[in-house]
Structure formats: structure tokens, C-alpha cells
């Protein structure tokens, strides 16, 4: 019996087919030789078959998927604003812009008053205090980062203080109890799950305390008998044993979002008000670059700057430009809440949602338009349902619509519930309504 493997063209063959009719002409040979060993590969898998519709459409497939990169930008229909999976928060215009500007050389540790070696840090401290009230602050890559440097710096070797119902997970398998180990100092519980006071602090002192840290509960929440002590009051009763009190305040809010009903989470200068030492995220609430904060009084902050561990977690020349650019759009709180997405979609009115709703129904047509709801995500006001708009379709399969979406260029990741495939307009600018219309267009095309 003939082996049918031997059916299948040799490497060189694919090869020489492929120069002479131009397929892959654009891309170097070695990454065309690899597409046609993953197409022999494919079709030995499946018995020794050619692919349907010949060797050389099979190869520019491959060439296709392997040339196109595989960080691309999306349309998130979701209504999930911080979306983890899809890169946290849109960037503002500025900082994009910012961005660009900063690609090629540019002035990142460069004093162009005296023409010396400046500081990177030096184009966003005196934002972050003038923003936050703080003494001093500096930045570094993510804020995992800036709380294993700010314990390393002040608790290593030492004990640090922290309410078990603190000891939280923050996602990813990344744990608390994991960065105090890994930041050097020891972990002394304090309090129970669901209650602590000050006094439970207090009483966890010892000649080898070095700080307090108290985390928000970001991602989740503890509701019924609770009890907690309060950030001033920590703050209060360490300030005259010499010993600073860390807040990680997760999300980063600078801005009070209660009247938009979004309550729960602690703004950043009332933290810094307390006389706290807080670390907070770049790229959720705040709205700007993944990056890592700390603000808080001087002292801390300068021993933070000459930890050696300091320059192995520095921002690139990317997040500093965007992160400067964000921050100076804070100065004027209307222009923050018009300008950063992310601000700007979680207060969206909503009698604006329903009629960009209605408007994209009639664009992609045959869809209706239903009350749902929107949700934060990065953690942020886990509690908080943000009413809006959905629109709704009804496929013959979710899943396979779905998919369809996701294949478009630019994909378009939506969400499915009650055999409906859903779109939230509270996450589609309205640049992107006619993206949209024609991805919908095609998906139904794909899924007849």
C-alpha cells in the first residue's frame, strides 16, 4: 500500500512555486520556507490532503497570520471600560500624541536649561504633587513594582504590620502575603477577616516593626459585620513611633466620581492628606500608561529613589511622556473628565447612550436596542452596574458570530447572553460606529 505522505510536495518545490507566482514575494524566504512547513505539517496531520483550495492560497494564509502582529489594536463593544485582557485604560489623545513625540530622541534625562543629565522622573514629580498634594512622588513600571520598592525600601529586614482581611490576591496569582515576602520584610497579621482596629495594631508593635500597610480590597467586597481602622488613625497612632504607614490605594482616583454614583473606592490626595505613603496604578482609574506611583512626604519617598532596586524598576521613555501628559490634563477636572477616555466613558450621560444606541442599531440594522449595563473592570468599583444602552443581535449561533468578529480587521470583541450578541456603545467611540457596522456585516455573511 503507497504511504499517502508521499503525495505531498517537496519544501523547494512549494518554494520555487511560490517566487514564481509571487506569493510572499515581500517577505524574506526564510519566513516563507517556515509557512510551507507549516502547510506540509497541516495537511500530513489530515492524511496526506492537499488544502482545498491549493498549496500556494494555503501558503499566503500562513504568510499572513505569521507577518500580521499579534499586538493589534481592537474595538471593545464589551462595556467593560478598564478591560484587563484589552490593555486597561485608553490612552487620551495627548498622551498618544505625547507618545510619538517621544519615539525618537528626546529630552527623557536631558536638562536643555544648563545642557546637563537630568532626571526622568523630573517631567511628572512635580505633577503627581501639585495633583496629589504630596511632598514627592515618583514613578516606576507597574504598581506591584512600586509596592515591593516601597516596602523594600522601608521594611526590609524588618516586620510589617497588615490586617489579615487585607491580604488580598490582585490578580493574576499575584498575592500580597508574596510581595511582602519577596520585598525582604516579615508579615505580621493583624485583626480578623472581616474586623480590625487600631488597637489590634498597637498591640502588633515591636522593636522590629518598620511599617503598617493597608490595602484596599479593590476587586472585592467584604459586607455584613465589618469593621476597619481608618487610614488617619493609623497614620495617628504610628506618626510618633517613627514609623510610616503604607496605603495601597489600587486604582488610582483623583477624582471624586460619586456624583456618577461610582462610590467605594479612596481618592488618592485624601490618602496623601492622611500622611500616608500611597501607591496607587497608572493605567486603571487614572486613566493613563501601565505604571506604578508613589506619593506621599518626602523622606520615604528619597530613600525610595536611592534604592538600587529602584533603577531595575524605572518607566521607559513611553510611560513618562504619557503618563506627563495625562497628568496635565488633571489640572483642569472638566478638561480630565472630557479627554481621558476612560473618565470620560464612565461618567457618560445616559440619555446620550440610548441615543448612540439607537443610532448604531440603524446603522447595522436589523438589531434592537435594550436597558443593560456597563461594569468598570481593573478591579475598580467592583460593586458598581453603570446603566447604558446595549445593542442587541440574534445570530443563528453566538458563538460562531462571535468568532466572526474577532477575525475582522480591527476585531471587535462583544459579549453574548440570552442566545443575543450584545454591543455596548458606552466602550465604541463614535469613530468606530462604522467599523463596527461593517464587521457586523460581514459576520452575518460568514454565519449564513
Known sequence: MTDRRTRLPAVHALATEAARSGVGVEAPRAVVVAAIREVLAAARAAGGEPPPDGWMAAVSRRLALRERPSLTRVINATGVVLHTNLGRAPLAAAATTALAEAAGYSTLEYDLEDGTRGSRQDHVRDLLCEITGAEHGLVVINAAAALLLTLNTLADGGETIVSRGELVEIGDAFRIPDILAKSGTVLVEV????????????????????????????????????????????????????????????????LNLEPWGLRGE???????????????????????????????????????????????????????????????????????????????????????????????????????????????????????????????????????????????????????????????????????????????????????
Do not use: W
Open 191 to 254: 485583626g480578623t477577616t472581616n474586623s480590625v482596629r487600631r488597637r489590634d495594631y498597637e498591640a502588633a508593635l515591636s522593636p522590629r516593626t518598620r511599617s503598617v500597610l493597608k490595602v484596599h480590597r479593590s476587586n472585592f467586597q467584604v459586607t455584613g459585620f465589618t469593621g476597619e481602622a481608618a487610614l488617619a488613625d493609623l497614620v495617628d497612632a504610628m506618626r510618633p513611633r517613627g514609623i510610616p504607614v503604607v496605603h495601597d490605594a489600587g486604582s488610582g482616583l483623583l
Open 266 to 448: 479612596p481618592l488618592v490626595p485624601a490618602s496623601v492628606a492622611a500622611g500616608a505613603v500611597v501607591v496607587f496604578s497608572g493605567d486603571k482609574l487614572l486613566g493613563g500608561p501601565q505604571a506604578g506611583i508613589v506619593v506621599g512626604p518626602r523622606d520615604p519617598i528619597e530613600r525610595a529613589a536611592r534604592n538600587p532596586l529602584f533603577r531595575a524598576l524605572r518607566p521607559d521613555k513611553g510611560t513618562i511622556a504619557a503618563l506627563e501628559a495625562t497628568l496635565r490634563l488633571y489640572r483642569d477636572p472638566d478638561a480630565a473628565l472630557r479627554d481621558i477616555p476612560a473618565l470620560a466613558m464612565l461618567t457618560a450621560d445616559a440619555s446620550a447612550l440610548r441615543r448612540r444606541a439607537r443610532r448604531l442599531a440603524r446603522l447595522i440594522g436589523q438589531a434592537t436596542t435594550i436597558p443593560g449595563s456597563s461594569s468598570v473592570g481593573g478591579g475598580a468599583f467592583p460593586e458598581a452596574d453603570l446603566p447604558t444602552t446595549l445593542v442587541a443581535l440574534e445570530p443563528t449561533s453566538c458563538d460562531g458570530f462571535l468568532a466572526a468578529l474577532r477575525q475582522h480587521q480591527p476585531p471587535v470583541i462583544a459579549r453574548a447572553a440570552e442566545g443575543r450578541v450584545l454591543l455596548d456603545v458606552r466602550t465604541i467611540a463614535d469613530a468606530e460606529f462604522a467599523i463596527v457596522a461593517e464587521a457586523i456585516r460581514k459576520a452575518r455573511e460568514a454565519t449564513a
